[in-house]
Structure formats: C-alpha cells, structure tokens
C-alpha cells in the first residue's frame, strides 16, 4: 500500500470517529435542550411571576387612568377624582398594624373599644365569666348594641371543668348572659366550645388574641397580662373562621372528652396545684381502662373540683360589707372562709349567697333571713344565735358547726 493510500485509511479512520462523536454530542445536546426548554416553561410559569405580572397589570391600568384624569382641564373635577383614585390605591395596598396590650386595664379598653364601636358583629371566646367581669356597666354596652341590631357571639366554657362546667363562681354571669339570649334572639348567641383560648373580633376592622380572659376579671387585677391587637387582615379571618367552624359542644360531650383525656392522666393539667404530684401512684396506663373505673375516678374528680371552687382568694369581712352596701347582691360562690361578720344584718331577698365558703367563719348572731344559701358550706363555723327565718339551706354543708341558740323556723333545709 501506498504512503497516499495509507494516510487516506488513516483519514477515513479519523472521519469515522468523529461521527460516532457527533452522533453522541447531539444526543446530549437534544437532551440539554429538553432540559432547558423545560426550566424555562417552569421559570415562566413561577407563581411570583404570575403575581408580578397582576401587580404590574394593576399599576399599568391605575397610570393610564392617572394620565387620562390630569389631562383633564378642570381643575376641581380632577382634584375630586384623584382623591377617589387615591381612596382605591389605599384600599387596595392598605397596610396593617400590629400593637402590644399590657395588663388588666389595657386590655380591658380593647373590650369597651370593640362594644362601643361595633357596626356589625362582634365574636369573644373566653372560658369563664363572672359577674365580677360582667358587671352592670358592661351589661348595658351590650345591650347597647344589640338594640343597634349588632350581632354577637360569645364562645365559652372550660373542658377541664367537666361535670361542673356553668357551675360556681367561675360561671356566675351565665344567667345573665342566657337572659340576654332570651331577650335578643338570634343577635345573643352562646356556644359552649370547651376552650381555653381568649380572643376578640370587632367587625372586620380588628382582633384582639392574649392571655386575659375578658369576662371574667375587671380593669383593677393585678395578674401580669399580655396580648395583641391586630387589624391584619388574614388574622382577623382566621379567627372569623375558627370560631364559625368550631361544633357547638353539648355538655355530655363535654364530660365524655373530659373522661376521655383523664384516661391519660390529661387531667392533672386541669387540676394544677390540686394535685400532690409526689403523693401519685404512677401506673401504667395503655391497658384498657375499666368504665367502672373510671365513673369512680370521675366522682374522686368532682370532689377535687369541688375543693378547688373554693380556693379562690378570701374575701375579708370589710371587702364584702363594702361591696354588699354598695349594693351588690350577688356573691355565688365567694370565699368568706374565716371572716368575722357577728352581729351583722343582711336581711334581704335577693341576697345570693349560693356555694358560698364559711368554713371556719363567725357567723354568731348575723341576721340571714330570706337569704339563698343553697349549697353553702359551713363547716367549723360559729352559727350561735344566727337568724335563718325562711332562708334556702338546700343542699348547704354543715360539718362540726356550732349551731347553738340558732332561729331556723321556715327555712328549707
């Protein structure tokens, strides 16, 4: 073979495996380019586009009618459109504020704010209410409004209260608040949820989330508090929505989800301080519990529940004489344990002394004719002499009471 011939078989050679190459490169190349038409269908499509596209839509349509409102001759006519334009771009680009409240006082204002500005409907969950927090003041700014033909719903009621949920102290406005129901229907709505939480919604304008429960305690507590007013928008319809969305809980399924968590010893959070948790026989507890077992836990339960009605803080005998000649008259629940109230008169009807706490109290000669005290506990209590004509003991304690010399004609024992 020639030298000609060799270097052609070698060129040939060389041809070929550029081919072979070329035929492998544009198979990445087609593929590079799959990829790369793909990623850019996706870029063109990202969702942060699609808004900026709409933004600058917005803005485009706002310019052109800017430019046709200046080209305008008369000045007045254009000066009165622009404000409305103006009024739109507000509307459309408008800005939320958050703001902290502190304390009792504070928030208490974010309250009376929502009742005395409240166009439409007002939403408040909360667990308890008093008629130390519902007092006759905020009574009529319900009222209030509600002959305006605003609407509110009130949320309410503790799951860890169980079998006593709308009972005590801690529920003593209740009969308010269903008379109000009564009186305003369909614009006064109680729905018991079982809840812990305490927030606000006024309208659509604001809300309110913090740690003070607004209807239970007044303006002058001095527990440190916490919350959050808001007019964003999303937090105001997250909250709309969580409470229209919420079931409506009858009190049966309140005590069967109560008896449901106490399984899991869930109850010892309701019950905090109630408990010796070094005194607990920690057993275990996936086995399958017993129905009877746990009826009779439930009643031990109402027991403790009972006793932790009457740890609220005591109230001294100069407080309640200062409340009652003020002229209060409902006490359901109050803690008098210990007080010195001999000699004293309180002979009035309407008196309300339900479940109230005399344990170890001086009650020689008080004059509680006519007085409800259904369910009142009286236990080491000095009663000589007392004055129950026709008054209501139904139900009331009586454990190591001196009841010396006591007058209890008429009354229902």
């Not at 659509?204 to 913090?210: D, L, N, T």
């Not at 057993?283 to 009877?292: P, R």
């Not at 009650?363 to 236990?379: E, Y």
């Amino acid at each position: 073979m020639s030298e000609l011939e060799s270097n052609l078989s070698a060129l040939m050679t060389k041809v070929s495996e550029l081919e072979k190459q070329q035929t492998t490169l544009k198979k990445y190349v087609v593929k590079l380019k799959n990829t790369l038409d793909e990623q850019i269908e996706n870029f063109h499509h990202r969702p942060e586009r699609q808004t900026v596209e709409n933004l600058q839509e917005k803005l485009t349509t706002l310019s052109l009618r800017l430019d046709e409102l200046l080209a305008v001759n008369n000045p007045v006519k254009s000066t009165a459109v622009q404000d409305k334009l103006s009024e739109e771009i507000s509307e459309n680009y408008q800005e939320y504020e958050n703001q902290l409240v502190f304390d009792s006082s504070g928030i208490r204002g974010v309250l009376i704010e929502a009742l005395s500005t409240v166009e439409s409907r007002l939403i408040i969950v909360c667990p308890w209410f008093t008629s130390k927090g519902i007092d006759e003041s905020l009574l009529e700014k319900f009222k209030g409004f509600l002959d305006r033909g605003c609407q509110v719903d009130i949320g309410w009621g503790y799951l860890g209260d169980g079998s006593n949920i709308g009972k005590g102290w801690k529920y003593n406005a209740l009969t308010d608040l269903q008379e109000l129901e009564k009186s305003y229907p369909g614009l006064f709505r109680l729905k018991l949820l079982g809840t812990h939480e305490n927030f606000l919604v006024c309208d659509e304008k604001f809300a309110f989330v913090g740690s003070h429960n607004f209807l239970a305690s007044g303006e002058e507590s001095s527990e440190r508090e916490v919350g959050i007013r808001s007019s964003d928008r999303q937090i105001i319809e997250g909250l709309i929505d969580r409470f229209d969305n919420a079931e409506f809980l009858e009190k049966a399924e309140i005590n069967r989800r109560f008896a449901t968590s106490m399984k899991s010893l869930d109850e010892v959070e309701y019950l905090s301080g109630v408990i010796d948790e070094n005194e607990m026989e920690f057993q275990d507890y996936s086995m399958v519990v017993d129905e009877d077992e746990v009826e009779e836990e439930l009643e031990k339960l109402e027991e403790l529940e009972e006793e932790e009605e009457s740890q609220q803080p005591v109230v001294s005998a100069e407080e309640f004489l200062r409340r009652y000649n003020e002229g209060e008259r409902d006490f359901t629940g109050i803690n008098l344990a210990g007080v010195d109230l001999s000699g004293k008169s309180f002979n009035d009807s309407k008196l309300n002394l339900s479940n109230a706490n005399f344990n170890g109290a001086n009650l020689s000669q008080v004059d509680l004719r006519s007085v409800n005290l259904t369910g009142a506990k009286f236990k080491s209590a000095n009663l000589s002499e007392i004055k129950f004509y026709s008054a209501n003991l139904s139900q009331a304690k009586f454990i190591n009471t001196n009841l010396n010399k006591a007058q209890m004609n008429s009354m229902k024992l």
